[in-house]
């Protein structure tokens, strides 16, 4: 896939320019880090979804061009449109592929669990994401984990997919990523619940003996 992106100096900023360059089709940007100002650039919002699109999402290491030099950054935040979700704005990163970062990284899971289907349980994906430190060429797209084998109790941990890999896990190893657990059941709902204040009782108050 073409990771590259073009982008054009912005002089001026505010409201009005963000609406005369959305009218022209791009949308405001700014590029910052690598030890450089930050810089006001615009870019065209369908080239820079799709690449939001793909398998790598925000962690796609980016070609961005601006006045014919090329830059490494990746999409570091952007703002969408609340009823359109269009694209209204993004911040870039410069990157320096020798230098490692931290990025978070979309969790998969494959499979239905055997404690799902013979035991009756139910899969609870707790983390649907980890953040990893990792040189930017080797930012993986997504972490993959298999559940098909899990049965009730049964749990997958940072610990268990950081095995081996080309990143490090900044995300504690204790944190719980997805588990299988028993289904809840209408008694334990009831005993779950807590029980109800008493009533205090209307009217007057009785009379006391004396």
Do not use: C
């Amino acid at each position: 896939m073409d990771t590259t992106l073009d982008a054009v100096v912005r002089e001026s900023r505010g409201k009005n320019e963000a609406r005369r360059l959305r009218v022209a089709g791009r949308i405001p940007a700014v590029v910052y880090g690598g030890g450089k100002e930050p810089q006001a650039v615009a870019v065209d919002p369908r080239t820079l979804s799709k690449l939001l699109h793909s398998e790598a999402g925000l962690n796609t290491l980016i070609d961005l061009t601006i006045a014919g030099a090329a830059t490494k950054v990746i999409v570091k935040e952007y703002l969408l449109q609340p009823v359109t979700h269009q694209l209204l704005h993004a911040d870039f990163y410069r990157v320096d592929l020798t230098r490692k970062v931290h990025v978070k990284v979309a969790v998969r899971l494959h499979g239905e669990p055997r404690g799902v289907k013979v035991q009756g349980g139910v899969l609870d994906f707790v983390h649907r994401d980890v953040v990893v430190e990792t040189l930017p060429a080797e930012i993986p797209e997504h972490i993959d984990i298999d559940v098909a084998g899990m049965m009730i109790g049964d749990g997958v941990y940072v610990r268990d997919v950081a095995k081996d890999q080309s990143w490090t896990p900044v995300s504690p190893a204790d944190m719980l990523l997805v588990h299988v657990v028993a289904a809840r059941t209408s008694t334990d709902d009831a005993a779950a619940a807590p029980a109800e204040p008493e009533v205090a009782k209307k009217g007057k108050p009785e009379a006391k003996d004396k």
